[in-house]
């Protein structure tokens, strides 16, 4: 498949093993944060939200975890499997728009 | 429910030639996005179409246009196209047009536009 990104950060970890995946945003008055998956030749596909009055939110072997004192988005995978391999995207939204600002990606490779 | 359903999947042009690429929304969804992606850049917003009419609009020339339909499907069009076109180019729908939820956004699998 295409390469999303040629020189992303990665990320490698043990399969089983928890994966954090952090971002920075940009913008401080943004409101609406979300996690995006990209797997090869794909578009990005959703994980998971959350929204500026909060701090912490589970999904299913997911969390997102935002800082907004110092901008700071993570993404945490338990127990990580193969299939996670993927580029991940963090994007903001401002205002209750549908324009996102996307992070540059960061790259899972997961090892069995 | 078919997700997003972008056309052409692929796509070979020459500089100085336009394109037009087609987005079907999934059924429901009255917002479309359109966003591009490439490996220097990441991905960047274009512009949102809802109800037929833009209402953003990202830091891209005038040469990138775009339209929505009567049935929410959209298109967007890259006149005289440049190297630096080169692309993916990516459509998402949402059925949330502003508020708490807005943001949520379903992507396709993109057209991806060589320009030689």
């Known amino acids: 498949g295409e390469s999303v990104g040629l020189h992303l950060p990665t990320l490698s970890v043990q399969e089983g093993d928890n994966s954090i995946i952090n971002c920075a945003y940009s913008n401080s008055a943004s409101d609406y944060f979300i996690w995006y998956k990209q797997e090869s030749g794909k578009g990005p596909q959703f994980i998971i939200d959350?929204?500026?009055?909060?701090d912490k939110r589970q999904g299913q072997r997911v969390t997102v975890l935002l800082n907004k004192t110092v901008k700071h988005l993570s993404l945490q995978i338990a127990a990580t499997q193969p299939g996670d391999s993927a580029v991940y995207f963090c994007a903001e939204s401002t205002g209750g728009y549908n324009k996102l600002i996307f992070g540059a990606g960061t790259r899972l490779a997961v090892h069995p | 429910k078919a997700g997003v359903t972008q056309t052409p999947r692929y796509l070979i042009k020459t500089r100085g030639q336009q394109v037009t690429l087609s987005c079907s929304p999934i059924s429901g969804h009255r917002s479309v996005s359109w966003y591009q992606q490439t490996p220097g850049q990441g991905l960047q917003f274009l512009f949102e179409?809802?109800?037929?009419?833009?209402?953003n609009k990202g830091n891209f020339p005038g040469r990138f246009s775009g339209r929505q339909f009567s049935n929410s499907r959209s298109e967007m069009n890259v006149s005289t196209l440049e190297l630096g076109d080169s692309a993916l180019y990516l459509c998402a729908s949402s059925s949330k047009i502003s508020g708490r939820a807005a943001g949520e956004l379903f992507f396709g699998e993109g057209s991806r536009l060589t320009v030689l």
């Open positions: 959350i929204r500026s009055n909060m």
């Open positions: 179409y809802f109800s037929e009419t833009q209402r």
